[in-house]
T-cell receptor, first 115, second 116 residues
Framework: TAGITQAPTSQILAAGRSMTLRCTQD?????MYWYRQDLGLGLRLIHY???????GKGEVPDGYSVSRANTDDFPLTLASAVPSQTSVYFC??????????????FGPGTRLTVL | AQKVTQAQTEISVVEKEDVTLDCVYE???????LFWYKQPPSGELVFLIR??????QNEISGRYSWNFQKSTSSFNFTITASQVVDSAVYFC?????????????FGKGTSLLVTP
């Protein structure tokens, strides 16, 4: 079973360039999330979407944007990358509309290096 | 303020030893959920357990067990007879109404190294 796929697996990006990280899930989950993982800081929420057509900001949204045109896809865009955005990015999804009981399942991650 | 504290940054044990990973959380809600995830060296995040705030019964799954105590706001994870394959970073996480979109609030993780 595919679950959640993310692309690319890794990327080196020049500062100032834009990039879109892709996330697709095949579980028909309503809610989707983007986290970044940094050494010593755990995972922090960037943006989320409770259902197609809606998005919200998380703990660290600056410099990132998202869209949710359909249920399956939740791309994360860096408009003008900066070195502090070097991180591992995880996409996650959960079945219901952000209900408290949800278990979130994670994609394999994208390792991004901004130089 | 940090809502989930994993005070142990790194733990090293020898195979077959028991090891307990601590997790202390903070919430004002009476209804909330706690989670543990495993991140092996390959990097993916693997869901281990979800526990709601109304169920304080301890849970055992094979060599894994979890001790949830609301009185001390703790949700500790014990691995019995550890194995090399248990080497990973383990994350405790909290979901309550204060989290944007009911997302998870993660601790910083505990890195467990099990040596032969």
């Amino acid at each position: 079973t595919a679950g959640i796929t993310q692309a690319p697996t890794s990327q080196i990006l020049a500062a100032g360039r834009s990039m879109t990280l892709r996330c697709t899930q095949d579980m028909r989950h309503n809610a989707m999330y983007w986290y970044r993982q940094d050494l010593g800081l755990g995972l922090r929420l960037i943006h989320y979407s409770n259902t197609a057509g809606t998005t919200g900001k998380g703990e660290v949204p600056d410099g990132y944007s998202v869209s949710r045109a359909n249920t399956d896809d939740f791309p994360l865009t860096l408009a003008s990358a900066v070195p502090s955005q070097t991180s591992v990015y995880f996409c996650a999804s959960s079945e219901k509309r952000g209900a408290l009981t949800d278990t979130q399942y994670f994609g394999p991650g994208t390792r991004l290096t901004v130089l | 303020a940090q809502k989930v504290t994993q005070a142990q940054t790194e733990i090293s044990v020898v195979e077959k030893e028991d090891v307990t990973l601590d997790c202390v959380y903070e919430t004002r809600d009476t209804t909330y959920y706690l989670f543990w995830y495993k991140q092996p060296p390959s990097g993916e995040l693997v869901f281990l357990i979800r526990r709601n705030s109304f169920d304080e019964q301890n849970e055992i799954s094979g060599r894994y067990s979890w001790n949830f105590q609301k009185s001390t706001s703790s949700f500790n994870f014990t691995i019995t007879a550890s194995q090399v394959v248990d080497s990973a970073v383990y994350f405790c996480a909290l979901s309550d109404s204060s989290n944007s979109g009911y997302a998870l609030n993660f601790g910083k993780g505990t890195s467990l190294l099990v040596t032969p």
